[in-house]
């Protein structure tokens, strides 16, 4: 008889978030390490609520439906900049408070792994683990003002953060951090 191995969800939670090139911000950090309430103060129009769309638009969950998505994150740019080719990044420094665990099955999202690729990305979590904090930026390119296709990136030194891999594995730490 098999006893069933019960697995808990890993805790994790924001410290800092960092804002690039956000409708009229060009960089903006918000720290959260104080782990208390925050206050945005400023007068009108001054980029209060623009700051929490951009934490906001870090989380994938949040995002519009397919049809509304392009419309969406087309406006994300700074429509003075009408021909911009700057990337839009919203980055987000996320502590690890309980281990996360090594993915078991063969599959990320959709691709199939093979056993390389499962041990290449099993090393990169056992070191995120042994930091206690990972770093994950969403990156909304563009050209000529046009929004290019955006994607997660892992900002570390690790060799594993360059491989294409690195962005399905931001993917599913994103989607087990706390709802934004």
């Known amino acids: 008889k098999k006893s069933a191995k019960k697995t808990e969800k890993p805790k994790l939670s924001y410290i800092k978030f960092d ?48 049809e509304e998505n392009e419309k969406y994150f087309q406006n994300i740019r700074n429509k003075a900049d009408v021909s911009s080719n700057k990337e839009v990044i919203v980055t987000a420094t996320i502590k690890i408070e309980s281990d996360i665990n090594h993915i078991e099955n063969s599959k990320i999202g959709e691709r199939l792994l093979t056993a390389d690729e499962q041990k290449e990305i099993n090393e990169f979590i056992d070191s995120i683990n042994k930091d206690k904090q990972v770093v994950i930026s969403r990156v909304f390119p563009f050209k000529n003002g046009e929004l290019k296709k955006y994607f997660y990136r892992i900002e570390a030194k690790h060799k594993f953060s360059k491989t294409p891999l690195s962005n399905l594995v931001a993917i599913e730490i994103v989607n087990i951090c706390p709802f934004i």
């Open 19 to 66: 804002v690039k090139n956000f409708k009229g911000i060009d960089n903006v950090s918000v720290d959260l390490v104080k782990n208390d309430l925050i206050l945005l103060l400023g007068l009108n129009e001054s980029g209060k609520s623009t700051i929490l769309k951009a934490i906001e638009s870090f989380d994938f969950l949040n995002d519009p439906k397919r």
